[in-house]
């Protein structure tokens, strides 16, 4: 009996030690904080595990939804493995009350009025100024509320940022700041989410409107100068019912291309990532696409 209880609790602890190590990666985090505007924020900070202060490293920040926070995102995205497999730091901060101030005028970082893209620049600052970053090589992508506040910051902070991703976050329609320059943008998106519509309009339980993605992808292509856009369809991973396309400008000035991966019958999830959240609230997951894996090799294509 001593023996069949050993191995139980022996099988237990290795799952749940290779369990973690399938978001937690090789290297090591370790949290900090940021004093900004009187706030004291929280940040979190992976070097992967060949990690070499002699050398310099692109950095990639994750940005979680609403009612999410950095470490939530970290375990959600499984990000840290493939920042161990391409030597890329990655940096999860806390939203203020769990949410971004994204520019849709909603949320309490938008009541209280808080500089996110203010707070973003100065976690920029602080990450390369005590990591070994190469500057030109400073990424960022979010879901949901986070890939709002991505889009946000393609607009406002593309002088420091070399390319931007987005899952599940669209832009608000009501925001009419213009691009002054080329931006590289990774949109995915699924075409059943109920909370973000694909198409755009109201986005669920907040009283604020958003674009449609497939809108979004010509903006940010017909602001970049691109043409010959391509449709892709790619093979079937799963039989679920979900498929997935790849639409891609790939003619552009300044090589700042745009991608759309449409995965059709998806929901608010984030692809081959870790969600929590009852299908019957977010829609289907899909593993049709590593999200992850794809926003890390779109971004290292690029740098300022």
Same mark, same amino acid.
């Given at each position: 009996?001593?023996?069949?209880?050993?191995?139980?609790?022996?099988?237990?602890? %290795?799952? %749940?030690?290779?369990?973690?190590?399938?978001?937690?990666?090789?290297?090591?985090?370790?949290?900090?904080?940021?004093?900004?505007?009187?706030?004291?924020?929280?940040?979190?900070?992976?070097?992967?595990?060949?990690?070499?202060?002699?050398?310099?490293?692109?950095?990639?920040?994750?940005?979680?939804?609403?009612?999410?926070?950095?470490?939530?995102?970290?375990?959600?995205?499984?990000?840290?493995?493939?920042?161990?497999?391409?030597?890329?730091?990655?940096?999860?901060?806390?939203?203020?009350?769990?949410?971004?101030?994204?520019?849709?005028?909603?949320?309490?970082? @938008?009541?209280?009025?808080?500089?996110?893209?203010?707070?973003?620049?100065?976690?920029?600052?602080?990450?390369?100024?005590?990591?070994?970053?190469?500057?030109?090589?400073? @990424?960022?992508?979010?879901?949901?509320?986070?890939? %709002?506040?991505?889009?946000?910051?393609?607009?406002?902070?593309?002088?420091?940022?070399?390319?931007?991703?987005?899952?599940?976050?669209?832009?608000?329609?009501? @925001?009419?700041?213009?691009?002054?320059?080329?931006?590289?943008?990774?949109?995915?998106?699924?075409?059943?989410?109920?909370?973000?519509?694909?198409?755009?309009?109201?986005?669920?339980?907040?009283?604020?409107?958003?674009?449609?993605?497939?809108?979004?992808?010509?903006?940010?292509?017909?602001?970049?100068?691109?043409?010959?856009?391509?449709?892709?369809?790619?093979?079937?991973?799963?039989?679920?019912?979900?498929?997935?396309?790849?639409?891609? @400008?790939?003619?552009?000035?300044?090589?700042?291309?745009?991608?759309? %991966?449409?995965?059709?019958?998806?929901?608010?999830?984030?692809?081959?990532?870790?969600?929590?959240?009852?299908?019957?609230?977010?829609?289907?997951?899909?593993?049709?696409?590593?999200?992850?894996?794809?926003?890390?090799?779109?971004?290292?294509?690029?740098?300022?």
């Amino acid at each position: 009996m001593f023996r069949v209880k050993f191995l139980i609790l022996f099988l237990g602890l %290795f799952l %749940f030690v290779n369990c973690n190590k399938e978001f937690k990666g090789e290297g090591k985090v370790k949290r900090y904080t940021l004093k900004f505007d009187g706030e004291k924020r929280v940040f979190r900070v992976y070097t992967p595990d060949n990690y070499d202060e002699s050398k310099s490293y692109p950095m990639v920040m994750a940005l979680h939804g609403r009612l999410g926070n950095g470490r939530q995102m970290m375990k959600s995205s499984k990000f840290n493995p493939i920042a161990d497999q391409k030597d890329v730091i990655m940096v999860y901060p806390n939203g203020y009350k769990k949410s971004w101030n994204d520019g849709r005028g909603e949320g309490p970082a @938008y009541d209280d009025n808080i500089d996110d893209v203010g707070f973003i620049n100065a976690l920029i600052n602080r990450v390369t100024g005590d990591f070994s970053v190469d500057g030109s090589k400073v @990424y960022v992508c979010g879901m949901s509320n986070g890939g %709002f506040m991505s889009m946000r910051l393609a607009h406002e902070l593309n002088n420091k940022i070399a390319a931007f991703g987005t899952v599940t976050g669209s832009l608000g329609s009501n @925001y009419n700041y213009n691009l002054s320059k080329e931006v590289p943008v990774m949109l995915i998106a699924g075409t059943e989410d109920p909370l973000v519509p694909y198409t755009g309009g109201e986005v669920a339980d907040s009283d604020t409107y958003s674009r449609g993605f497939e809108e979004l992808f010509h903006y940010f292509g017909n602001n970049n100068g691109c043409n010959n856009q391509l449709i892709e369809e790619l093979p079937e991973k799963e039989n679920d019912g979900i498929r997935a396309e790849k639409w891609t @400008y790939e003619t552009c000035d300044n090589n700042a291309s745009c991608i759309l %991966f449409k995965i059709i019958g998806a929901g608010h999830t984030w692809p081959s990532g870790d969600d929590s959240l009852n299908e019957n609230t977010v829609g289907k997951e899909s593993s049709e696409i590593n999200a992850s894996e794809e926003l890390v090799n779109f971004f290292l294509q690029h740098s300022l």
